[in-house]
C-alpha cells in the first residue's frame, strides 16, 4: 500500500491516506462479515449474486449485467452461478433475442434463501457497522462514498458475449 513521502504535494498525500483508510476498513469489515456465522446456506459471493438478482425489476439479468455488479472474473462469475443452478437457487435460459446469450433469473428457493440470509447479514451489518458509527456519521459516510462513487468516469456500457 502507500507510505508517507514529504516529496508528494498535500492533496495527493491526502488522496492516498483516504484511499488507504477505505480500502483498509473494507477488507477488516469483510472478513469480519466472512467469519460471521450467516454464511451457512450460502458464501460471501454467492450471496452477493442472488442479492444482485433480487434488486432487478424481475429476479432476471443478463450474465454480462450480472457481471457488472459483481466483484469477479466473468469465468468465476459463470462457475459460480452454474453451482447456483445445481442447487436449484438460480434458473440459466437463452434470452429469446439472442441465442449467445444467457439469462439468470431468481428461483423461489434462491429468493427464499436471499431473503433469510439478507436479514441475518443486516443484523450483523448493524452490529459491526452500527455499533461503531452514529445514524448521523453512517448517513455522511454514505454521502460521501456516495460522492467519490458517482465522481468515477462511466465504465463503457460493454456487455461480452455470455
Same mark, same amino acid.
Given at each position: 500500500? %502507500? %507510505?508517507? =513521502? =514529504?516529496?508528494?504535494?498535500?492533496?495527493? +498525500?491526502?488522496?492516498?491516506?483516504?484511499?488507504?483508510?477505505? #480500502? +483498509? %476498513?473494507?477488507? %477488516? /469489515?469483510?472478513? +469480519? #462479515?466472512?467469519?460471521?456465522?450467516?454464511?451457512?446456506?450460502?458464501?460471501?459471493?454467492?450471496?452477493?449474486? @442472488?442479492?444482485?438478482?433480487?434488486?432487478?425489476?424481475?429476479?432476471?439479468?443478463?450474465? $454480462?449485467?450480472?457481471?457488472?455488479?459483481? /466483484?469477479?472474473?466473468?469465468?468465476?462469475?459463470? +462457475? &459460480?452461478?452454474?453451482?447456483?443452478? =445445481?442447487?436449484? &437457487?438460480?434458473?440459466?435460459?437463452?434470452?429469446?433475442?439472442?441465442?449467445?446469450?444467457? /439469462?439468470?433469473?431468481?428461483?423461489?428457493?434462491?429468493?427464499?434463501?436471499?431473503?433469510?440470509?439478507?436479514?441475518?447479514?443486516?443484523?450483523?451489518?448493524?452490529?459491526?457497522?452500527?455499533?461503531?458509527? *452514529?445514524?448521523?456519521?453512517?448517513?455522511?459516510?454514505?454521502? @460521501? @462514498? =456516495?460522492? @467519490?462513487? *458517482?465522481?468515477?468516469?462511466?465504465?463503457?456500457?460493454? $456487455?461480452?458475449?455470455?
Amino acid at each position: 500500500m %502507500t %507510505t508517507p =513521502d =514529504d516529496s508528494v504535494p498535500g492533496t495527493a +498525500r491526502d488522496a492516498a491516506q483516504t484511499w488507504e483508510a477505505l #480500502f +483498509r %476498513t473494507q477488507v %477488516t /469489515l469483510m472478513r +469480519r #462479515f466472512q467469519a460471521d456465522p450467516v454464511w451457512r446456506q450460502v458464501s460471501v459471493r454467492e450471496y452477493d449474486v @442472488l442479492f444482485t438478482l433480487s434488486r432487478s425489476e424481475d429476479g432476471t439479468m443478463r450474465l $454480462c449485467e450480472l457481471n457488472e455488479s459483481v /466483484l469477479m472474473a466473468q469465468s468465476s462469475l459463470s +462457475r &459460480l452461478v452454474e453451482r447456483l443452478e =445445481d442447487r436449484e &437457487l438460480v434458473l440459466r435460459t437463452v434470452p429469446p433475442d439472442d441465442a449467445r446469450g444467457t /439469462l439468470v433469473a431468481l428461483t423461489q428457493t434462491g429468493r427464499r434463501v436471499q431473503r433469510d440470509v439478507g436479514r441475518r447479514h443486516v443484523r450483523a451489518m448493524e452490529q459491526y457497522v452500527g455499533g461503531a458509527l *452514529g445514524t448521523e456519521e453512517q448517513a455522511e459516510l454514505t454521502r @460521501l @462514498l =456516495d460522492k @467519490l462513487r *458517482g465522481a468515477q468516469p462511466d465504465i463503457a456500457d460493454w $456487455c461480452p458475449l455470455d
